[in-house]
């Protein structure tokens, strides 16, 4: 069992799989993510409508590029981002755990991969994605 936190808890929660916190208004059912910090983006219901909700990080790439200069020291170049649609319908931009070759429509489901210590020394880890299934096809 492990005892790493999420590098960003209140985006990422740890379980069996990660999980990203994204929210669902009660007023007109939308899903974001990320959370709406005062209001629903498309009904404009007060933050008090939204509930936070758990959103499986599996979907499919729809687009993707590969980054050689990075102002930061991490993730190190080259490394592959993604715009990935969520299966619960919302799509966010992800890195790519290694070389994956991924194209438009590849499978990805989301890992975790260590990203540092806290000052405790407590573990902490990121999200990424990994290829899991060809492009296309699939249960579109
Ligand atoms: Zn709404």
């Known amino acids: 069992m492990s005892t790493a936190r999420a590098l960003y808890p209140r985006l990422l929660r740890l379980g069996d ?3 990203i916190v994204g929210h669902r208004c009660r007023s007109c ?3 974001a ?3 709406d910090p005062y209001a629903c983006e498309q009904c ?8 936070e909700i758990e ?25 592959t981002v993604a715009t990935i649609v969520l ?3 919302v799509s966010l931009k992800g890195v790519l ?7 438009v429509g590849s499978r990805v489901r989301g890992v975790t991969v260590p990203a540092g210590e806290d000052d405790d020394g ?11 299934g060809p492009d296309g096809g699939g249960k579109d």
Not at 122 to 132: A, I, K, P, Y
């Open 17 to 19: 799989r990660p999980a």
């Open 29 to 31: 059912g939308r899903v």
């Open 33 to 35: 993510f990320p959370p």
């Open 44 to 51: 404009g219901a007060d933050v008090s409508e939204l509930d």
């Open 55 to 79: 959103l499986a990080a599996e979907g499919r790439i729809h687009a993707v590029a590969t980054v050689h200069r990075h102002h930061r020291p991490e993730p190190p170049t080259p490394f």
């Open 87 to 89: 299966d619960d319908g």
């Open 97 to 103: 755990k290694g070389q994956t070759g991924a194209t």
């Open 122 to 132: 407590v573990g902490l880890v990121d999200l990424r994605f990994e290829v899991v």
